[in-house]
């Protein structure tokens, strides 16, 4: 039997969870349960790994860091600890995508 922590060791608010899984669907391909559970399974998964704070903070410099010009250049040469964090985040995320992905895959009816 898999087992997928609804809370790991860092507690999100329910709205930071909802708002990562539909953009991540979004990137997915939409709407499916093949991607709401890949990208809930995610969530869960960055929530094992990273407190809140890390993640709001890598989440925004990754956003931020392809926007033009200065603005965006504040972001790409940041400090060496918000590169670390991203770092962090890009593993954390990395590793969850290849187990999440797989396991949503394997757990679908019919397959």
């Known amino acids: 039997?898999?087992?997928v922590s609804?809370?790991?060791p860092y507690s999100y608010?329910?709205?930071?969870r909802v708002k990562f899984v539909f953009e991540c669907m979004a990137r997915q391909g939409g709407q499916s349960y093949t991607s709401m559970y890949g990208c809930s399974c995610l969530i869960d998964r960055i929530a094992d790994e990273m407190s809140l704070e890390d993640y709001v903070y890598a989440d925004t410099y990754?956003?931020?860091e392809n926007a033009?010009?200065?603005r965006g250049g504040?972001?790409?040469n940041s400090s060496p600890d918000a590169r670390g964090v991203r770092?962090?985040?890009r593993e954390v995320l990395t590793d969850a995508t290849k187990?999440?992905?797989r396991m949503s895959n394997e757990g679908e009816p019919g397959s």
Do not use: H
């Not at 608010?13 to 930071?16: K, V």
């Open 1 to 3: 039997m898999l087992s």
């Open 6 to 8: 609804a809370a790991g």
């Open 13 to 16: 608010p329910t709205l930071e």
């Open 62 to 64: 990754m956003r931020l």
């Open 68 to 70: 033009r010009g200065e």
């Open 74 to 76: 504040l972001f790409r």
């Open 87 to 89: 770092r962090r985040f």
């Open 99 to 101: 187990r999440c992905f």
